[in-house]
C-alpha cells in the first residue's frame, strides 16, 4: 500500500498543499497531471529523496516520512532511467542485491531471473550508451526490481519511447506489477497510458490533488 496523509511541500515560489492519496495493495496506480503540476516531486517525496514540511508518507503499512531512501522498500524508475554509464547490464541488475551484501551465488541468480523476465539476457556485457531506448527501460526496471521491494515508483518511464516501444513497455510494466504483486505509482501525462495501465487514476493540478478520475465511462 502506498500513502500520502496531509503532505505539504513548498520550493521557490510553488507549492504542494494538503496531498491524500492512497494506492491499495497490489494495485497499479496512475498519476495524471500536466508538466509542472507536481507530480515528480510528489513521487520524491514518496522515495525519500524530497522531505515534506508537513504530513506522513506510509509504504506496505509502515510509516516511513523520517527513514532514507534504501530503507523504504521501494524500486524507483526515474524519468531519464539514469542507468550507471561506466556499469555493464549485469553490473545495474546486481547494484542493488550487492548493495544488500547477498551472497555472490544468490546475485548472479537475481540477474539471470531478471534478464530473463525482461527479455534482456543478451545484453548483459553492454553499457548503457550501446543499448536502445526501450531496452534502456527495461535495465531501469530491472535494476528498481532487483531489491524485492513491495512498491514501485515510476517517472514518466514511457515519455522518450516510439509508439510501438511504449506499447512494449506498457505490457511489460504490467506484467512485471502483477508478477511481483507490487504496488506501483507511474507518473504520466497520457490519458492513455492510464487507461491501459490503472487499476486506480489521480489527477494533479498545480499542486492539487484533485481526487480520482474515473476514465471512460
Request: hydrophobic content about 40%; proline content about 6%; aromatic content about 4%.
Amino acid at each position: 500500500m502506498i500513502a500520502l496523509q496531509d503532505i505539504a511541500w513548498a520550493a521557490g515560489g510553488f507549492a504542494l498543499e494538503g496531498i491524500d492519496l492512497e494506492v491499495p495493495n497490489a494495485c497499479y496506480g496512475v498519476l495524471m497531471g500536466r508538466t509542472g503540476c507536481g507530480k515528480t516531486s510528489l513521487l520524491e517525496i514518496l522515495c525519500g529523496l524530497r522531505r515534506p514540511a508537513a504530513g506522513r508518507v506510509v509504504i506496505d503499512g509502515r510509516e516511513v516520512t523520517d527513514l532514507p531512501p534504501g530503507a523504504r522498500g521501494i524500486g524507483y524508475v526515474p524519468q531519464d532511467g539514469a542507468l550507471f554509464p561506466t556499469m555493464t547490464v549485469a553490473e545495474q541488475l546486481g547494484f542493488a542485491p550487492r548493495v544488500q551484501r547477498r551472497p555472490g551465488r544468490e546475485i548472479t541468480a537475481i540477474v539471470e531471473r531478471l534478464a530473463g523476465d525482461l527479455g534482456i539476457g543478451h545484453l548483459l556485457d553492454r553499457r548503457p550508451d550501446g543499448l536502445s531506448g526501450g531496452e534502456r527501460g527495461r535495465v531501469a526496471l530491472g535494476r528498481a526490481l532487483a531489491s524485492g521491494p513491495r512498491v514501485l515508483l515510476l517517472d514518466e518511464p514511457l515519455a522518450a519511447l516510439d509508439e510501438d516501444t511504449r506499447d512494449e513497455m506498457a505490457d511489460l510494466l504490467k506484467e512485471a506489477q502483477s508478477r511481483h504483486g507490487l504496488t506501483a505509482l507511474h507518473v504520466t501525462h497520457s490519458r492513455a497510458e492510464a487507461a491501459r495501465l490503472a487499476d486506480r487514476r489521480f489527477v494533479m493540478e498545480a499542486g492539487v490533488l484533485r481526487g480520482e478520475d474515473p476514465g471512460p465511462q
